[in-house]
């Protein structure tokens, strides 16, 4: 040994020189993390075994009881199976985050609250709650840009569509605007108010439609879902009391903190409305609710309690009132999921086609009937169905006071003439039937009023067209009258078919029924693609180009919960501003609707950027058809838009 060291055989041996080197890092590393403890990132040092008995184990340097980001310095490859290390460069420096508070203990996880239909076990029930809209689904939407002008943006000198820019909200003040109902302007224009013409449709000139957003009320909530909202509605999506304080103590509507209640009972149905319908039901059993009877006009609906409870005798109610600005009829019956419209019997035909109804219904709708010859019977007369039924529930039905005898009296003797059959009259009341042909008419005596209509009269045209003082003719084939029960109904090409203006005349029914196998199968593809079976849907559209014009619906907006449209754009493109027919799509569905737009791929492009313009999220999707398709559809998400 000493001669080995003497020698300095030792100093030299590699062993020593293995050592001193361990050391000296050893040394270095030391001072480094005693050095980076003062302020600076934190060295970590991570060791892991491959046996699975033990966890991996955390070695710190000398700053202990320190808070460290570990996630961001991991390796995102590290597993329990492998040895991790440091091998790239530390992050910039930053300042050390506070050492964190003592924490009391967690709270009590909260009770479980549903929402929707499906309960916490996935079963299926009508007692649930209805939250404020997910934040994820509200845009805040600054009003800095306007849009642009033009039909979709313009073409630039060298071919290129111009971008659209986004549209601005509306102010909140028009929360409620209806185009052809609010144009004050041209309503101050009218020479004479006295026949309801003011609540006629008066829509705004080229130059002046509506090109903004318009936005919902404040604190607006998701509707509530059907059938909850038969019985009751948020106050907040109708903020208005004016019905609650002219009708509160008829019982048609009650405020209860922040809801609005529809009760059972009350003047429009004395006893209960299955009761009053039921009532209906017995006095002229060939009604058959849901069978012979399956689509109802309702006339100064109130707030469509009687629309509401047909819905479960599978009838199907049109419920229709003029837009008063002290009641907000229509709103109510569509913020509770029946389908209404804003119309007034004035001076034009409603409309609709002849004898689109299998029974029309009146109970205190506040109409005179017998005014101008009858003439607003006679309209009645031309959209109900040979054969069909009017209900008439009012104080003249039941009233012994001079003035109602003389009403009654009076509408007695117009419905003689009109050849109606007064088939039951019970307590307050009374119901008709309309003729099945024109024999009635025809045997009349001479110069009996009202006439009949000239035979060029055409009782389906019915877009501005004045009322007219005549009685409408039946199809000498009976087509109209001859109607399947429901539900054969609904497969059955109606004999009437015939009789619209259409292309084809040989192959009308062959036609009918291709058409009904097409669309069944585009919405089981719906259905299936896009997850309809997941979605509350209520209130759904289906937009035509066929028949019509561009012109807005009468209808308040957030009206539908679907607009669906097909083909309507490469059509109407060639007539309409079809940035227009986009905003008014905008103000009737609700935020949180769906729109889509099956249509070729000319169209697709211009309509996308449009969609953009107005906060729609979009995508666009193949049809059954593939990708190779000239169809395309174009699905639209609206969101709930705050200034």
Known sequence: MKSLINGGEFIKSPRIVKISAFLF???????????????????????ATITTTLPPSVSLSPNFNKSFDIPSLISSSYTDNTTSSIGSPPPPPASPPPPPPTSPSPPPLPAVTRFGIVDENGMMTEDFEVGAYDPEAVETWGN??????????????????????????CPLSMSEYIPCMDNVEAIKKLKSTDKGKRFERHCPEKGKQLNCLVPAPKRYKTPIPWPRSRNEVWYNNVPH??????????????????????????????????QYLDQISQMIPDILFGRHTRVVLDVGCGVASFGAYLMSRNVITLSIAPKDVRENQIQFALERGVPAMVVAFATHRLPYPSQAFDLIHCSRCRVNWTRDDGILLL?????LRAGGYFAWAAQPAYDHEVILEGQWKDMVNLTTRLCWELVKKEGYVAIWRKPLNNSCYLSRQAGTQPPICDPDDDPDNAW?????????????????????????????????LQSIKFDAYISRKELFKAESKFWDEVVEGYVRALHWKKIRL????????????????????????????????????KRCNI???????????????????????????????????????????????????SYRVLQCDKRLLRG
């Open 464 to 496: 501005y067209v004045n009322l007219n003082a005549c009685i409408t003719r039946l199809p000498d084939n009976g087509y109209g009258a001859n109607v399947p029960e429901w539900p054969a109904r609904l497969q059955a090409p109606p004999d009437r």
């Open 25 to 47: 890092l050893s040394i270095a590393f030391f001072y480094i993390g005693m050095h980076w403890s003062d302020g600076y990132n934190q060295l970590i040092f991570f060791t």
């Open 379 to 383: 309209e009645v007369n031309r959209i």
């Open 144 to 169: 800095a840009i306007e849009a642009e002008d033009g039909d979709g943006g313009e073409l630039a000198g060298n071919g290129v569509r111009a971008p659209i820019r986004r549209f601005p909200l």
């Open 538 to 573: 209520r209130n759904v559209m289906d937009m035509r180009a066929g028949f019509g014009g561009c012109e807005p619906f009468d209808t308040y907006p957030r009206t539908y919960d679907l607009l669906h449209a097909a083909g309507l754009f490469s059509v109407e493109r």
């Open 241 to 274: 009391t004016h019905l609650v304080e002219d009708k509160g103590g008829q019982n048609w509507i009650m405020r209860n903190k922040d809801k609005f209640i529809f009760p059972r009972v009350g003047t429009q149905f004395i006893r209960d409305a299955d």
């Open 579 to 629: 940035t227009g027919i986009m905003l008014e799509m905008d103000r009737i569905v609700r935020p949180g609707g769906r729109v889509y737009i099956r249509d070729s791929l000319s169209v697709i492009d211009e309509l996308t950027e449009i969609a953009k313009a107005v906060g729609w999220h979009v995508s666009v999707r193949d049809t059954s058809e593939g990708p190779h398709a």
